[in-house]
T-cell receptor
């Protein structure tokens, strides 16, 4: 079974704090993703990575950065947290598909971040 | 531009009734379509993908390229089907080019007893 774990289920931070969200997968997947999930908006891609040290911006990268120093770990960083970053954050990983693009995504349990 | 539309935010049906969750997409190439489900207090997980043509938990989905739709159907809904359902698209094209997943905004299915 693929296992994707996230460092915290719930996190409360103050405006202006630097926040680190960690994600680890144990299936040697090439691709990893960070989404935020908001009611009525679905999942929106923040950043993704297709290899160690490689990263690409998603649809809403502003205010976020990422780090992938090891294949199994993908970190999301909020440089200076703001109240509009209060959300559920989902990490996902996927292997390469037959066509070379991403295959099925496997999700972590999510981190509910509240910024006060 | 790639886009996935789920027009219904909430769908309520009675147990035993048929259910159809709508999904429309816009994509100029040959997409791969998925349905993901999130049960209460559980992680998001794959329900089915069009390429495998499987029926999972009684659900089926047919890709209609003419109507650019990938609706999810089940003939007899069960209470345990109550969950949030997301339609997703991933492009699959040669030569290899990394592509993102695009998710719809989700439909909450409520199956009443």
């Amino acid at each position: 079974d693929v296992k994707v774990t996230q460092s915290s289920r719930y996190l409360v931070k103050r405006t202006g704090e630097k926040v680190f969200l960690e994600c680890v997968q144990d299936m040697d997947h090439e691709n990893m993703f960070w989404y935020r999930q908001d009611p009525g908006l679905g999942l929106r891609l923040i950043y993704f990575s297709y290899d160690v040290k490689m990263k690409e911006k998603g649809d809403i990268p502003e205010g976020y950065s990422v780090s992938r120093e090891k294949k199994e770990r993908f970190s999301l960083i909020l440089e200076s947290a703001s109240t509009n970053q209060t959300s559920m954050y989902l990490c996902a990983s996927s292997p390469l598909g037959l066509a070379g693009g991403p295959d099925t995504q496997y999700f972590g349990p999510g981190t509910r971040l509240t910024v006060l | 531009a790639q886009r996935v539309t789920q027009p219904e935010k909430l769908l309520s049906v009675f147990k035993g009734a048929p259910v159809e969750l709508k999904c429309n997409y816009s994509y100029s190439g040959s997409p791969e379509l998925f349905w993901y489900v999130q049960y209460s207090r559980q992680r998001l997980q794959l329900l089915l993908r069009h390429i495998s043509r499987e029926s999972i938990k009684g659900f089926t989905a047919d890709l209609n390229k003419g109507e650019t739709s990938f609706h999810l159907k089940k003939p007899f809904a069960q209470e345990e089907d109550s969950a949030m359902y997301y339609c997703a698209l991933s492009s699959a094209s040669f030569p290899y080019n990394f592509n993102k997943f695009y998710f719809g905004s989700g439909t909450k299915l409520n199956v009443k007893p």
